[in-house]
């Protein structure tokens, strides 16, 4: 009886935070056909002196705004074993580092820009949505309900100030029950849209389960600096630190070019790290981005190195410190690569001709054609190069 009461005491006090964020930005609801349940504010008075509009190419345009928030490192991209995912996806995440280094948590309010894996929307990459960037997270321990509002108040501020309309904005406030590996707990959240892009979210975490008898709240507030700069207009192109090759492939449409930049940002981060592709956990990942590069890239057949190169520089620039050489990772995806094209060379030769030779894929893609050239004629090896 006494958990069963707690848990509906919990229930009021979403509910009532709920209420109180309407209450205190003043939401009210939007009739539109966009099926979604958005809010907007019924105004918002802003200071015009106080207008900074920011580049966001640094982490130094965020810390400048937000302050009162120390800045910490960043996490390792891979997360040690044992821990809730396969990458680092928020800032939330630090939390765990700071608990299994200190095995405690204390006040505190910080900054973390760190460099995210997503694999899961590996297939859903397009201008706006990828599988890695940079993500920008507030993370304020121990906060009370008013913080979080006006945290959110911070937010609303920081993006009207980068030039965004506040009749533009919407908003959706909600609860919601998270289970975090073994960890179960309670959040009242609102997401931030620009009309129908969402720009992040900001959450308040009622119980962070800290022990078996230990729970405190914390405010989360996150959000990609790669789709923000491209939702406010920030950057012509989704990808930034990639527009010499949007450029130069001008005739071919973006979201191609960023389905091909996309995999190959995500698998330096992992092969920086010192993984190599195999058949498990970050390995199988990484040989996963690599189907995703030569399948998108077959027909352009843009330059790895140089998106390697790109992709590492852009990396180093939000913090991200590479475990290995730029050579070791460039050799781990260039092999990875070409063993994915020598599979869909020798799938192309059984679905187009149907004949099926073997040859071991695991080498360079040259001495793979070289002993393909034992089997089949210089027709074949080039009808099918056209089309892998």
Not at 126 to 146: K, M, R, Y
Not at 336 to 353: D, P, S
Request: proline share 2%; charged share 25%.
């Amino acid at each position: 009886m006494e958990n069963l009461s707690n848990t509906n005491i919990e229930k009021k006090d979403n509910l009532g935070l709920k209420l109180l964020v309407h209450k205190k930005l003043g939401l009210e609801k939007v009739g539109d056909s966009s099926g979604k349940d958005f809010l907007k504010l019924s105004n918002h008075p802003i200071d015009d002196k106080v207008f900074r509009n920011l580049d966001f190419n640094t982490p130094e345009d965020f810390s400048s705004f937000f302050e009162g928030y120390k800045m910490v490192e960043p996490d390792n991209v891979c997360r040690p074993i044992g821990q809730t995912t396969l990458f680092t996806t928020s800032g939330v995440q630090k939390i765990e580092t700071i608990l299994r280094k200190d095995g405690d948590l204390k006040n505190d309010k910080f900054i973390c820009i760190q460099p995210v894996i997503r694999s899961q929307f590996m297939d859903k990459v397009s201008d706006g949505t990828s599988s890695s960037f940079v993500n920008f997270s507030l993370e304020s321990i121990n906060s009370s309900q008013e913080d979080f509002i006006e945290i959110i108040k911070k937010l609303v501020d920081f993006i009207i100030q980068q030039g965004v309309r506040s009749e533009d904005l919407r908003f959706i406030v909600d609860d919601n029950d998270v289970k975090w590996g073994d960890k179960n707990f309670k959040n009242t959240y609102i997401k931030l849209y620009v009309n129908s892009v969402e720009l992040g979210d900001c959450v308040y975490i009622h119980n962070y389960p800290v022990t078996s008898t230990k729970s405190i709240s914390i405010t989360d507030l996150g959000f990609g600096v790669e789709r923000l700069r491209w939702a406010l207009k920030k950057s012509s192109f989704f990808m930034s630190g990639f527009e010499n090759i949007y450029i130069n492939n001008q005739n071919v449409a973006t979201n191609l070019i960023t389905k091909i930049i996309d995999p190959i940002k995500s698998m330096v981060l992992i092969a920086g790290e010192g993984v190599k592709s195999s058949n498990k956990n970050h390995g199988y990942r990484l040989r996963q981005f690599s189907k995703r590069f030569v399948e998108n890239n077959r027909n352009l057949k843009i330059n790895e190195k140089d998106l390697i190169h790109t992709a590492l520089l852009y990396w180093k620039k939000w913090g991200y410190v590479n475990a290995t050489t730029e050579e070791e990772i460039e050799n781990v995806i260039i092999t990875e690569n070409q063993r994915n094209f020598n599979m869909n060379f020798l799938e192309a030769v059984k679905n187009t001709y149907d004949i099926s030779i073997y040859i071991d894929i695991n080498q360079t893609t040259e001495n793979f054609l070289k002993q393909a050239g034992l089997s089949l004629s210089k027709d074949i090896i080039n009808n099918i190069l056209k089309i892998t």
